[in-house]
Protein backbone atom coordinates (compact mmCIF):
# COMPACT_ATOMS: atom_id res chain seq x y z
CA UNK A 1 0.00 0.00 0.00
CA UNK A 2 3.11 2.47 0.08
CA UNK A 3 2.46 3.43 -3.92
CA UNK A 4 -0.83 4.72 -3.11
CA UNK A 5 -1.38 8.61 -2.69
CA UNK A 6 -3.45 10.48 -0.35
CA UNK A 7 -6.84 9.94 -2.53
CA UNK A 8 -6.55 6.51 -2.34
CA UNK A 9 -5.40 6.41 1.39
CA UNK A 10 -9.27 8.92 2.09
CA UNK A 11 -11.12 6.28 -0.35
CA UNK A 12 -9.97 3.39 1.75
CA UNK A 13 -10.44 5.26 5.51
CA UNK A 14 -14.01 6.06 4.33
CA UNK A 15 -14.99 2.66 2.93
CA UNK A 16 -13.67 1.20 6.10
CA UNK A 17 -15.72 3.64 8.25
CA UNK A 18 -18.74 2.77 5.78
CA UNK A 19 -18.52 0.49 2.84
CA UNK A 20 -21.90 1.11 1.85
CA UNK A 21 -21.46 4.69 1.28
CA UNK A 22 -22.75 5.53 -2.04
CA UNK A 23 -20.17 6.63 -5.24
CA UNK A 24 -21.51 10.28 -5.37
CA UNK A 25 -21.16 11.01 -1.74
CA UNK A 26 -17.62 9.16 -1.46
CA UNK A 27 -16.29 11.16 -4.39
CA UNK A 28 -17.25 14.30 -2.58
CA UNK A 29 -16.07 13.55 0.28
CA UNK A 30 -12.56 12.79 -1.33
CA UNK A 31 -12.48 15.51 -3.98
CA UNK A 32 -13.34 13.65 -6.82
CA UNK A 33 -15.97 13.20 -9.79
CA UNK A 34 -18.02 10.33 -9.09
CA UNK A 35 -16.67 8.64 -12.62
CA UNK A 36 -13.28 9.10 -11.45
CA UNK A 37 -13.22 7.59 -7.64
CA UNK A 38 -15.54 4.88 -9.00
CA UNK A 39 -12.45 3.91 -11.38
CA UNK A 40 -9.71 4.57 -8.43
CA UNK A 41 -11.76 1.99 -6.69
CA UNK A 42 -12.11 -0.33 -9.15
CA UNK A 43 -8.07 0.13 -9.88
CA UNK A 44 -7.97 -0.86 -5.81
CA UNK A 45 -9.91 -3.81 -6.30
CA UNK A 46 -8.14 -4.90 -9.19
CA UNK A 47 -4.58 -4.66 -7.57
CA UNK A 48 -6.26 -6.81 -4.47
CA UNK A 49 -5.90 -3.74 -2.38
CA UNK A 50 -9.26 -3.91 -1.51
CA UNK A 51 -10.50 -7.64 -1.15
CA UNK A 52 -14.25 -7.26 -0.89
CA UNK A 53 -16.88 -6.05 1.21
CA UNK A 54 -18.50 -7.99 4.18
CA UNK A 55 -21.29 -7.28 6.61
CA UNK A 56 -20.98 -7.34 10.33
CA UNK A 57 -23.78 -9.11 12.02
CA UNK A 58 -24.82 -9.16 15.30
CA UNK A 59 -25.28 -12.77 17.52
CA UNK A 60 -28.10 -14.73 17.22
CA UNK A 61 -28.88 -13.53 20.94
CA UNK A 62 -29.43 -9.26 19.48
CA UNK A 63 -26.54 -8.26 21.04
CA UNK A 64 -22.84 -7.83 20.19
CA UNK A 65 -22.04 -11.05 22.36
CA UNK A 66 -18.14 -11.36 23.80
CA UNK A 67 -15.24 -11.22 21.36
CA UNK A 68 -12.18 -12.99 22.98
CA UNK A 69 -9.39 -13.66 22.20
CA UNK A 70 -7.38 -17.02 22.31
CA UNK A 71 -3.92 -17.94 21.91
CA UNK A 72 -3.36 -21.41 21.17
CA UNK A 73 -0.06 -23.41 21.90
CA UNK A 74 0.32 -26.75 20.38
CA UNK A 75 2.13 -29.90 21.50
CA UNK A 76 4.55 -29.58 18.06
CA UNK A 77 4.99 -27.26 15.19
CA UNK A 78 5.41 -29.92 12.47
CA UNK A 79 3.35 -29.01 9.24
CA UNK A 80 1.44 -31.99 10.25
CA UNK A 81 0.52 -30.49 13.89
CA UNK A 82 -0.04 -27.09 11.48
CA UNK A 83 -2.28 -28.81 8.99
CA UNK A 84 -4.70 -30.73 11.22
CA UNK A 85 -5.31 -27.56 13.72
CA UNK A 86 -6.02 -25.46 11.23
CA UNK A 87 -8.00 -28.03 8.99
CA UNK A 88 -10.11 -28.34 12.61
CA UNK A 89 -10.63 -24.51 13.71
CA UNK A 90 -12.44 -24.22 9.74
CA UNK A 91 -14.99 -26.37 11.08
CA UNK A 92 -16.26 -24.00 13.76
CA UNK A 93 -18.19 -20.38 13.17
CA UNK A 94 -17.31 -19.72 16.46
CA UNK A 95 -13.78 -18.57 15.29
CA UNK A 96 -13.84 -16.10 13.52
CA UNK A 97 -10.21 -15.18 12.98
CA UNK A 98 -7.21 -17.74 13.28
CA UNK A 99 -4.15 -16.59 12.71
CA UNK A 100 -0.51 -18.42 12.58
CA UNK A 101 1.49 -16.26 15.17
CA UNK A 102 5.19 -15.88 15.87
CA UNK A 103 6.40 -15.59 19.70
CA UNK A 104 4.91 -17.20 22.43
CA UNK A 105 1.80 -19.08 20.97
CA UNK A 106 1.51 -20.48 18.07
CA UNK A 107 -2.12 -19.32 16.81
CA UNK A 108 -4.06 -16.15 17.89
CA UNK A 109 -7.62 -16.83 17.13
CA UNK A 110 -10.72 -14.50 17.72
CA UNK A 111 -13.84 -16.33 18.89
CA UNK A 112 -16.87 -14.73 19.46
CA UNK A 113 -19.53 -15.71 22.35
CA UNK A 114 -23.07 -14.96 23.40
CA UNK A 115 -21.64 -14.81 26.91
CA UNK A 116 -19.56 -15.64 29.31
CA UNK A 117 -21.61 -19.13 29.74
CA UNK A 118 -21.66 -19.43 25.70
CA UNK A 119 -17.52 -19.59 25.92
CA UNK A 120 -17.28 -21.86 28.54
CA UNK A 121 -19.30 -24.32 26.24
CA UNK A 122 -16.86 -23.41 23.18
CA UNK A 123 -13.62 -23.76 25.28
CA UNK A 124 -14.65 -27.14 26.22
CA UNK A 125 -16.75 -28.52 22.67
CA UNK A 126 -14.59 -26.78 20.93
CA UNK A 127 -10.97 -25.47 21.70
CA UNK A 128 -10.14 -28.06 23.94
CA UNK A 129 -10.65 -31.01 21.55
CA UNK A 130 -8.98 -29.12 18.59
CA UNK A 131 -5.78 -31.23 17.74
CA UNK A 132 -2.30 -30.90 19.29
CA UNK A 133 -3.31 -28.14 21.40
CA UNK A 134 -1.55 -28.16 24.83
CA UNK A 135 -2.08 -24.51 26.20
CA UNK A 136 -4.89 -22.19 25.64
CA UNK A 137 -4.63 -18.89 27.29
CA UNK A 138 -8.01 -16.36 26.72
CA UNK A 139 -8.95 -13.18 27.50
CA UNK A 140 -12.20 -11.28 26.65
CA UNK A 141 -12.76 -7.90 25.18
CA UNK A 142 -14.75 -4.88 27.13
CA UNK A 143 -15.39 -3.05 23.44
CA UNK A 144 -14.29 -3.03 20.14
CA UNK A 145 -12.88 0.60 19.98
CA UNK A 146 -13.00 0.90 16.25
CA UNK A 147 -16.68 -0.41 15.40
CA UNK A 148 -18.36 1.04 18.62
CA UNK A 149 -20.26 4.36 18.57
CA UNK A 150 -18.71 7.38 18.96
CA UNK A 151 -19.74 9.48 22.23
CA UNK A 152 -21.68 12.11 21.92
Given amino acids: MSGL ?12 LN ?12 GLS ?3 CLRRIHILEQEGIIRGYTAIVASAAGGDGIAVMVHITLDRQTEEYLNRFESAVRKYPEIRECY ?3 GDSD ?3 RVEAE ?18 VSRIHSSFS ?5 SAKKPR
Avoid: C, W
Avoid at 5 to 16: G, K, T, V, W, Y
Avoid at 142 to 146: A, D, M, P, Q, S
Fill in 5 to 16: DAIDRNIIRLLR
Fill in 19 to 30: ARMSNAKLAEEV
Fill in 34 to 36: PSA
Fill in 100 to 102: LMT
Fill in 107 to 109: YFL
Fill in 115 to 132: SAQDFERIHKEILSSLPG
Fill in 142 to 146: IRNVL
